[in-house]
Every structure is written in structure tokens, then in C-alpha cells.
Nanobody
């Protein structure tokens, strides 16, 4: 599966932003989809994951209550709605796909190219 993330940009602290990740192929619904991010000088970290059907989600503690992951299998797209953005949310955000439901970066087989989110004060 090929993934393309988009929707990043410059946003003021406290504001919202929605990221999208479009997948190619007809097997999108067979993959769990995750969002990860990597800030400058830091390791890539888990943000959220959603199950194949969309009924199960898991978030990193710092994103709970602010971020929402969702998917539309008919459109082969996964979303990340980010609200109440903070300066420390600035990072390149990546979507990823795997057959397993996991929060581990190293487990994911397929990655999108990343989209930059910059939160300003």
C-alpha cells in the first residue's frame, strides 16, 4: 500500500488542523493505520492508531482529548483531527499502515512521506 499524508501547515497555538492520509490500493480496509510524528532532533513517536474497522483507537497520553483519529474505508483515507494545538506539537507527521494493531514505530511496514505541522505562538 502506498500512503500520502497532507494537510500540514502553519497554525497558531490553540487552533485546529486536520491531517489526511490517502492510501492507494484496494486493501486499505485490511490495515490498521497509525499516525506518528518526529520533531527536530527527536525520535519518531507514536501519536494514534485506529483498527481496520475504525471501532478501536489508541492515543499517546499527551494527545488524548485533543487529537482524534478516524478513517473512511470507502475513500481509502485516514484522518487526524488536531485541536488545541501546542507549540510542542510542531513536527513532521507521518501516517503508516500495518496489519497489526500496534503503537510501535518499528512494527509498521508502510509509511507516507510526512507532512509538516508548525505551531506558532
Amino acid at each position: 500500500v502506498q500512503l500520502q499524508a497532507y494537510g500540514g501547515g502553519l497554525v497558531q497555538a490553540g487552533g485546529p488542523l486536520r491531517l489526511s492520509c490517502a492510501a492507494s490500493g484496494r486493501t486499505f480496509s485490511s490495515y490498521c493505520m497509525g499516525w506518528f510524528r518526529q520533531a527536530p532532533g527527536k525520535e519518531r513517536e507514536f501519536v494514534a492508531v485506529i483498527s481496520q474497522s475504525g471501532t478501536t483507537t489508541t492515543y499517546a497520553d499527551s494527545m488524548k482529548g485533543r487529537f482524534t483519529i478516524s478513517r473512511d474505508n470507502a475513500k481509502n483515507t485516514v484522518y487526524l483531527q488536531m485541536n488545541s494545538l501546542k507549540l510542542e506539537d510542531t513536527a513532521v507527521y507521518y501516517c503508516a499502515a500495518d496489519s497489526r494493531y500496534t503503537v510501535l514505530v518499528e512494527s509498521y511496514d508502510y509509511w507516507g512521506q510526512g507532512t509538516l505541522v508548525t505551531v506558532s505562538s
